[in-house]
């Protein structure tokens, strides 16, 4: 593991290195997508996908951050996600709710629901807009 983790801070740089001064976007789009069809391909269970997909996030904000990107959004849900099984679908807005949360809590980015968050179950929906809340007066 020791040795994946160097090759890719090593790669990491070198990507870095390739950046133009005053050529980073202001603004990146992300879909996270393809967690469930990761885990799969390597044998988990489609939560462990969607939670190693989360546990990406933070690390993507920081790359971002560091690059000079003023904001970053990112579509954690389609519409069509709605119609997965009720207990896949679950676990994944339970996994969504959490990231948001820990995001939140850092108090390092401003955080901002976009979409049709009246589309999902109240208490997810309840536990999104709570943690976004006390950022909302934040630059």
Request: charged share 25%; glycine share 10%.
């Amino acid at each position: 593991m020791a040795g994946r983790n160097l090759v890719y801070e090593l790669y990491e740089r070198r990507l870095a290195a390739q950046i133009e001064p005053g050529r980073v976007p202001g603004h990146v789009g992300v879909i996270l997508d393809g967690n469930r069809r990761w885990a799969r391909t390597r044998g988990f269970g489609t939560a462990q996908g969607h939670k190693r997909g989360a546990d990406k996030i933070e690390e993507f904000l920081g790359w971002a951050e560091a690059a000079g990107v003023r904001v970053v959004t990112l579509w954690l849900l389609s519409t069509d996600n709605l119609a997965r099984d009720p207990a896949e679908l679950s676990s994944l807005l339970d996994i969504i709710a959490h990231a948001v949360g820990e995001l939140a809590s850092t108090g390092r980015w401003h955080l901002r629901l976009v979409g049709a968050v009246d589309l999902l179950p109240a208490p997810v929906a309840e536990r999104l807009r709570a943690a976004v809340a006390p950022g909302e007066d934040a630059p």
